[in-house]
């Protein structure tokens, strides 16, 4: 197959391509830069495999959680060329994308937390199912590190944004027990891709108009009020 996968909701802008059984790949923390970032990358890996994008069996798309912008830019961009193309899409979860290093490095369970803002994360608790691949134990959510869900005591291993901001809240709300947290890790497209590639395979692909943000909320930022009840 071939297919091409982006990955925009958080600061990182990555892209990978599945061309003759070789994986071509690009990740680049972008900040706030994805739309003049995006374009580039697509058409320099497309370019570096001698493809079109009609030649393309399919997309893959991390949809989120994460940043409001990120998630619209990479899920527009997506849809853009898949319907432009008819072709399948399939949508990824950027937890699931973050948590598969750390379970193809040999973890058994892992607590994927990106920095939602607004004093939140976003938060996945995954296991390695009998593909390898990442198995949600539990629904995704956003929510007070505080109020993150309680776990057995582990072992766990926790990647993400979310835990290079509030570890020592997570850690007592979870009960888990780990090593140094990962806080570094930002999802990557050709982790997308592996989780979406044995799917699209068979046949499990969505329609391009189908295709739609994961926000697990639908604010941006703090009312008035509320900001005057935080620094009070």
Sequence with gaps: MKLLAIDTATEACSVALLADGQVLADHVVAGRSHTERLMPMVHALMAQA??????LDGYVCGVGPGSFAGVRIGVGYVKGLALAHDRPVMPVSSLA????????????????????RLDEVYFGV????????PRALQPETVCAPQAAPRLDAGPWHAVGSG???????????????????DGEALPRASDALAIALPRLRAGEGIAADALAPAYLRNKVALTLEEQRARRG
């Design 50 to 55: 001698g493809l079109a994008f009609a030649q």
């Design 126 to 133: 995954f296991s390695a199912g009998d593909d390898g691949l």
């Design 97 to 116: 994308a973050l948590a598969l290093p750390a379970l193809r490095d040999g973890a058994q369970r892992v607590l994927a937390a990106i920095d939602a």
């Design 163 to 181: 835990w290079a901001r509030y570890a020592e809240v997570l850690r007592g709300a979870t009960g888990a027990s780990l090593g140094e947290p």
